[in-house]
């Protein structure tokens, strides 16, 4: 794959390299073969289905139609939003969204925060933390979900303590099983916060430990707005993800035994009626309308989100010297 | 903070009973899954194991073409860890290391893909395989993995940038081309990188590469964890009766490369992605 260097020359003109035309020129060209494979990897299989995809959901294809396809305007997108299914997806959808991501965002700080105490055997401790998160999703949902039927452990154990079971994969209760299930892998972030935490100097802490602050203060003066750029990052990353939530309220279905089962009216997310529509009614043009959508909420909102970022991201003065 | 208290011992108290509870709280799921799969079939689930029937595992093996499905998993695996560590290696070097007209630009498209839903490319991915004759063949595989993964790229860059322009001026004047830079220099001592997004994507090809699997491939061909999730343990001949005990012992051997691997890399894991320091 590295193809041999067409080099062999690279004047040699002295430790510092002078700014020839020459020379930048080979590195520009040198810079682009070396993302060509990202690069036409991303054109080919990226940007041409997504145009592709864009195309196809203002048509009305149906999967098998693509020789007559039909132009059919915004109709798909205003089906979107007239489509009392959709709408009610999509209220679940931010409702989960808007639960998880500020309690991933904080608990998964606040456990990293825990982890990077002096403590013997924090390997261990960081090893149990993360587990959750490496699990495969198939085996975490039929896990929970065997945890939470009727005559599950959870419910054995409530009535062990003299309470009544709970019907937790019912209507009333869908979301709480949902919610424990996600926040149980709420580790996946501790790897990237403690990468955050391990960067801030201990300089400063020595500094304001000298100058009297207490463990708190320094905490809040120093710890929290040190690392609010990697919390930017995980606060978009869960937004981005929160947003996708598609197979975990399947797997919590009561029958579930394909990607195509539904999950309790409660659980029922936008991603599961996207792809509901599109492969278990062949409604592709509709599907990709509402796939894009989604994608285009996603963009808003992360640009929202940084355009707060002036207001509570620290950064350091120095972002590598450009 | 770090130290924050250290010899404040009712301070200490509080920290290990927290470390201590949100460990069993971590653990006691994949415990009971554990105990469940050695549990008699049909029995109600317990917390305590009242048996040991390691048989469910010949199930587990037997009743569904575990096998088959086992190597197709270790064919997409193989394919989505091998090539794009190293592809994405060699991208993330090009951002780090290179300057060239347009790179700010490039760098900042390339994370912006991370934001896009896959579903939104792989369904139309789909009907342009579907006209070059790749559905149900593993070559959509191969060409995903040619591009590198965009959150590896992006780790790789970040390590790769820490290193001062010296290390490659140096080679450059002793004749070395900037490929040789890159595989004789740069590759060899970022072994943590190199682990931490070999995990990584080992992680999210073995574990959760599954719909793409269900989109473009036909049943026989399913890696483990699309099949897990569509070909139930069913009682033969009656589709109703799940036999969870089994399925808990065909989880518990799908886990396991898993935990297997994580454990043996998990020392470059932090390494790895605190090396790339991560900033904003």
Known sequence: MIRPAASGTAPALGAKPKRFRGKSFKEAMEFYVFISPWFVVFVLLGLIPLLYGLYLS????????????????????HKV????????????????T????????????????????????????RTLFFIPSIIPVVAVGTMWRSLFVDDGVVNNALESLGLQPVDWLGYDYAMVPL???????????????????????????????IDGATALQRFVKITVPLVTPVLFFQFIMNIIGSLQIFVQPILLAANSNSLLSLPIRPNYVYSVHAFQQIFAY??????????WVLFIMILVLTVIVFSTSKLWVFYEVDQEGR | ??????????????????????????????????????????????????????????????????????????????????????????????????????????????????????????IPTYVIFFKIGFINTFWPWFFWALGGSAFSIFLYRQFFATFPKDLEEAATID????????????????????????????????????ITPFMFLQNDKYPLATALFSIGYVFPGQKDITLTQVQSAGLILFVLPIIVVFFLGQRYLVEGVVSSAIKG
């Open chain 1, 58 to 77: 203002f048509t009305n294809y149906a999967g098998f139609n693509m020789d007559r396809l039909k132009f059919v305007g915004f109709a798909n997108y």
């Open chain 1, 81 to 96: 939003f007239t489509d009392n299914d959709a709408m009610y997806s999509l209220g679940r959808t931010l409702l989960i």
């Open chain 1, 98 to 125: 808007g639960i998880m991501v500020p309690l991933s965002t904080i608990l998964g700080f606040l456990l990293a925060v825990l982890l990077n105490q002096n403590i013997k055997n924090i390997g261990l401790y």
């Open chain 1, 179 to 209: 919610l424990i299930m996600l926040l149980w892998g709420v580790g996946g972030g501790i790897l990237i916060y403690l990468a955050g935490l391990k960067g801030v100097s201990k300089d400063l802490y020595e500094a304001a430990a």
């Open chain 1, 282 to 291: 062949g409604r592709f043009g509709y599907g990709l309308a509402l796939l």
């Open chain 2, 1 to 122: 903070m770090v130290n924050a208290g250290a010899r404040n011992k009712p301070f200490r108290i509080v920290i290990y009973t927290l470390l201590v509870a949100l460990s069993i709280l971590f653990v006691v799921p994949l415990y009971w899954l554990l105990t469940n799969s050695v549990q008699t079939v049909g029995s109600a689930s317990t917390f305590w194991p009242t048996s040991f029937r390691l048989e469910n595992y010949k199930y587990a093996v037997t009743l569904i073409d575990y096998w088959n499905f086992a190597r197709n998993s270790i064919i997409i695996t193989a394919i989505s860890v091998l090539i794009p560590t190293l592809t994405s290696a060699f991208v993330g070097f090009g951002f780090a290391r290179l300057r060239a007209p347009g790179k700010n630009v490039l760098f900042l498209l390339m994370l912006s893909t991370m934001m896009l839903p896959a579903i939104v490319t792989q």
């Open chain 2, 175 to 210: 004749g070395c081309s900037t490929y040789r830079i890159f595989w004789n220099i740069f590759l060899p001592i970022s072994l943590p990188v190199i682990a931490t997004v070999a995990i990584l994507s080992f992680n999210g090809s073995w574990g959760n590469d599954y």
